[in-house]
């Protein structure tokens, strides 16, 4: 089946670092990548959109200059979370999206936890 | 816009029990797809059921089974005969069935705990 991993699966870092978190379609190509953002006990909130080779398309109320994303390639898609604060620690789960017969499949990453000290 | 309303936030059962878990939903589309999603402790998503706007017919799978009711715009969870592991929370969520830049609205999720 199709497999999306996360990379790393926990991170801890000061306050004012950045952050990078990886996240791989690793047995199929995806035409399309989502990132989320899940607070304690709340639900999964969309951040971003992107699609490979171009821009991500951002959330109403998500700071773009914020949260880098880049799509480089069709299997790996990275966020980056610039100048990292406390308010910013939370779950960061993506998902990969491919065609298959004729059908949008989507595919959830394991997450990976930030705390921000 | 769409939106998806999971009234329940938290169900308490003992083991055995039947549990329903509601879903209703909001959206213009005329095709749409809608989704049930098991998290546990450990925070992966786990797919459970995605169904087509267009299939009514109610799904079985196991002790699970959902009900799905375009007339109340609502699609239903039920877990028969509950154990422990399937604590969790469980989100329902929907999605327009065709383009490229459909996206995915999950409700808030109902935390469902099982006590032995």
């Known amino acids: 089946g199709a497999v999306v991993s996360q990379h790393p699966s926990w991170v801890i870092c000061k306050s004012g670092t950045s952050v990078k978190i990886e996240c791989r379609s690793l047995d199929f190509q995806a035409t399309t990548m989502f990132w989320y953002r899940q607070f304690p006990k709340q639900s999964l909130m969309l951040m971003a959109t992107?699609?490979?080779?171009?821009?991500?398309?951002?959330e109403q109320g998500v700071e773009k200059d914020k949260f880098l994303i880049n799509h480089a390639s069709l299997t790996l898609s990275t966020l980056t979370v610039t100048s990292a604060h406390p308010e910013d620690s939370s779950f960061y789960i993506c998902s990969a999206r491919v065609i298959q017969a004729g059908t949008y499949e989507q595919y959830f990453g394991p997450g990976t936890r930030l705390t921000v000290t | 816009a769409q939106k998806v309303t999971q009234a329940q936030t938290e169900i308490s059962v003992v083991e055995k029990e039947d549990v329903t878990l509601d879903c209703v939903y909001e959206?213009?589309?005329?095709?749409?797809?809608l989704f049930w999603y098991k998290q546990p402790p450990s925070g992966e998503l786990v797919f459970l059921i995605r169904r087509n706007s267009f299939d009514e017919q109610n799904e079985i799978s196991g002790r699970y089974s959902w009900n799905f009711q375009k007339s109340t715009s609502s699609f239903n969870f039920t877990i028969t005969a509950s154990q422990v592991v399937d604590s969790a929370v469980y989100f329902c969520?929907?999605?327009?069935?065709?383009?490229?830049?459909?996206?995915?609205?999950f409700g808030k999720g109902i935390t469902l705990s099982v006590r032995p």
């Open positions: 992107s699609n490979e080779g171009s821009k991500a398309t951002y």
């Open positions: 969520a929907l999605s327009a069935r065709t383009g490229a830049n459909s996206k995915l609205t």
């Open positions: 959206t213009r589309d005329t095709t749409y797809y």
